[in-house]
């Protein structure tokens, strides 16, 4: 459970192996190898898949998420949207893919 006023619930997992990622082209051999070295000499985790897009805090929960995205990309309201913009990028959304090496 993730940012418990709205009652996200987000879902890792760890795999024993990575064998199921490379055999769908999920992620690469070199992704993976990438990954290894991180975990051997920073002895931290690294997130190499994840299904699902990224979120933001305050948003309200799944309503409030869906009205956010709504006004920001169907809104004939162009302040509105502008403004929402503002907002939501001040709580650190980005319309732009992150990297699965940034999740953690």
């Known amino acids: ?58 948003a309200g929960g799944l309503g409030g998420f869906a009205d956010l995205l709504g006004t920001l990309y169907e809104s004939d309201d162009k302040e509105e949207s502008t403004n929402t913009l503002i907002w939501a990028r001040s709580l650190g959304f980005n319309t732009k893919k992150i990297s699965n090496k940034m999740m953690l």
């Open 1 to 58: 459970m993730y940012d418990f006023g709205d009652n996200w619930t987000i879902t890792i997992t760890k795999k024993s192996d990575a064998n199921d990622l490379l055999k769908s082209n999920t992620i690469s051999l070199e992704e993976l190898e990438e990954a290894k070295e991180t975990v051997i000499t920073k002895h931290k985790p690294v997130c190499i898949n994840k299904d699902g897009i990224s979120l933001i805090d305050d």
